[in-house]
C-alpha cells in the first residue's frame, strides 16, 4: 500500500532557515528580473540592478532537493525544495516565449512590404 505522508522519517533538512533564506533571495532577484526599474527607481539606483544568470539560480536552487535526496527525506520534502526551482523554469520559459515572439514580431516589420505610391 502507498503511504503518502508516513510519519516514522524525518521531514526536515539540516540547514533549513538557511535554505528558506536563500529561496527567498532567489524569488526576489526573480523580482527584480520582471520589475528592475521600479527596483532602480524605489531604492533611487542611478542604473537597473543586476539580477544573476539563470545557471547560478538553477546551481543556488538544486542546493536543498540534492540534500534532501542524499538524506533519504521522504518525497514531499524533496518536492517542497524543489518549487524555487520549478519557479525558475517557469519564469525562464515565460521570458524565453517573450523574447522570442519579441523578436519574430520585429523580424515581420522589417520585412512589411513597401510599395511607393499604395
Do not use: C
Amino acid at each position: 500500500m502507498l503511504i503518502i505522508f508516513p510519519a516514522d522519517l524525518p521531514s526536515t533538512i539540516p540547514f533549513a532557515t538557511g535554505f528558506t533564506l536563500l529561496a527567498f533571495f532567489i524569488h526576489l532577484n526573480l523580482a527584480i528580473l520582471f520589475h528592475s526599474d521600479d527596483v532602480r527607481t524605489h531604492l533611487q539606483l542611478a542604473h537597473n540592478p543586476k539580477p544573476l544568470s539563470y545557471g547560478m539560480l538553477y546551481t543556488l536552487s538544486a542546493v536543498a532537493p540534492t540534500l534532501s535526496l542524499f538524506l533519504g527525506s521522504p518525497w514531499q520534502t524533496t518536492v517542497w525544495w524543489l518549487v524555487t526551482t520549478m519557479v525558475i523554469f517557469v519564469v525562464q520559459s515565460a521570458m524565453d516565449t517573450i523574447e522570442s515572439n519579441s523578436r519574430s514580431i520585429s523580424e515581420l516589420e522589417s520585412k512589411r512590404y513597401v510599395s511607393r505610391g499604395a
